[in-house]
Nanobody, 114 residues
Framework: VQLQASGGGLVQPGGSLRLACAAS????????MSWYRQTPGKERELVAT???????NYADPVKGRFTISRDNAKRTVDLQMNSLRPEDAAVYYC?????????WGKGTQVTVSS
């Protein structure tokens, strides 16, 4: 199983980034896909989830600013991040979950700074 995340980088406050995660080695359509983030000294927190049927959920701090989407044909899940704030800076991780089975990708760093 491989979850390859990309798209992180440095952005100014108010800017946008789009993260992408490409999955292989799983039956992608069966998995709920999520993005998490983590900062030093803090627990990893859920940012957004898209179910196998396409339903989405967001953590309160990102509602209205972030959009998660999946492309089952391409086996990818994206996270469009708009109106970024300094507190959004973190390492972002892609996650695939199916009935207690979890897979993690390597993180991608997002830095929000002027």
């Amino acid at each position: 199983v491989q979850l390859q995340a990309s798209g992180g980088g440095l952005v100014q406050p108010g800017g946008s980034l789009r993260l992408a995660c490409a999955a292989s080695g799983i039956i992608f359509t069966m998995f709920e896909m999520s993005w998490y983030r983590q900062t030093p000294g803090k627990e990893r927190e859920l940012v957004a989830t898209v179910s196998s049927s396409g339903n989405t959920n967001y953590a309160d701090p990102v509602k209205g600013r972030f959009t998660i989407s999946r492309d089952n044909a391409k086996r990818t899940v994206d996270l469009q991040m708009n109106s970024l704030r300094p507190e959004d800076a973190a390492v972002y991780y892609c996650n695939a979950a199916y009935y207690g089975t979890f897979h993690w990708g390597k993180g991608t760093q997002v830095t929000v700074s002027s």
